[in-house]
């Protein structure tokens, strides 16, 4: 009886050992973090990627791979700085519609954007721009932005 009662102790005690040293992932009554919350900061540029099409038919994709020092910062004002080594400084405004598109206004026109990934560390966006021209054809540019922290 008194090995059983040894045993039992033991027992209990790693129990108690093992359940108090986890660690807890938020603190109780935590918020998780809204789209506007998480989008703020400074992000830099991994990847984009262009896709043109003319008349649904995929045309040309480019795609460009960040170079270190390119970035994208959304500020909590709703404005964004973003620079590229090949274009330089350039700056806008954006807005979270929900937690899944946002709109991005550059240079007086204004974009909306599905937001694809967002995370801590990574986020991706995609933005559509359609147009026709005089002769009827139709052309689409779906850009993907890929950034990271």
């Given at each position: 009886?008194k ?23 938020d ?9 506007a919350?998480?989008?703020v ?12 099409y ?17 970035y994208?910062?959304f500020?909590?004002n ?9 274009d ?18 550059m ?10 990934k ?6 991706t ?23 990271a922290?």
């Amino acid at each position: 009886m008194k090995n059983f009662r040894v045993q039992f102790f033991l027992i209990a005690l790693a129990f108690v050992t093992v359940f108090s040293a986890c660690k807890k992932d938020d603190a109780p009554g935590a918020k998780p973090k809204t789209t506007a919350e998480k989008v703020v900061g400074k992000w830099n540029i991994k990847k984009t990627t262009i896709r043109t099409y003319v008349d649904e038919d995929l045309f040309d994709t480019e795609e460009d791979n960040g170079v270190a020092g390119d970035y994208v910062e959304f500020n909590n004002n709703k404005t964004y700085v973003s620079f590229t080594k090949d274009d330089g400084l350039d700056s806008g405004s954006y807005e979270i519609l929900n937690e899944s598109s946002m709109t991005i206004t550059m240079d007086g026109d204004k974009l909306t954007a599905k937001v694809e990934k967002l995370d801590e560390k990574e986020f991706t966006f995609t933005s559509t721009f359609s147009e026709t021209d005089d002769d009827g054809t139709n052309y689409k540019v779906v850009a993907t932005f890929e950034l990271a922290k």
